[in-house]
């Protein structure tokens, strides 16, 4: 079985940074492209910033130069890095990952419990 499990979410003031965290883990095969998204309260979720298994990167223009994601291969880990934090930076923000499991061969997305980021004064 394979899981995400995303830490790191808290309270910030704005114009403070935050770093949360995705783990994979379980009967993993391979991670190929991950990414983190996030659902403001009342609102759609949304694509923060995607990386390919070979570094690649791509951002969502409201949080280009304020936003940066890296992954380390070799702890099945996602980060994403938020610097200059505003309040409409608000909300539940959740890692997915592409993976293939080991045993069933199955390759498909799997998304994080989500955590909390709230930004405010």
């Known amino acids: 079985q394979v899981q995400l499990v995303e830490s790191g979410g808290g309270l910030v003031q704005p114009g403070g940074s935050l770093r949360v965290s995705c783990e994979a883990s379980?009967?993993?095969?391979?991670?190929?492209?991950m990414g983190w998204y996030r659902q403001p309260p009342g609102k759609q979720r949304e694509l923060v910033a995607a990386?390919?298994?070979?570094?690649?990167?791509n951002y969502a223009d409201s949080v280009k130069g304020r936003f940066t994601i890296s992954r380390d291969n070799a702890k099945n880990t996602v980060y994403l890095q938020m610097d200059s934090l505003k309040p409409e930076d608000t909300a539940v923000y959740y890692c997915?990952?592409?993976?293939?499991?080991?045993?069933?061969?199955?390759?498909?997305?799997?998304w994080g419990q989500g955590t909390q980021v709230t930004v405010s004064s």
């Open positions: 379980g009967s993993i095969d391979s991670i190929y492209a």
């Open positions: 990386i390919t298994g070979g570094g690649s990167t």
């Open positions: 997915k990952a592409d993976i293939r499991d080991l045993w069933v061969g199955v390759r498909r997305d799997y």
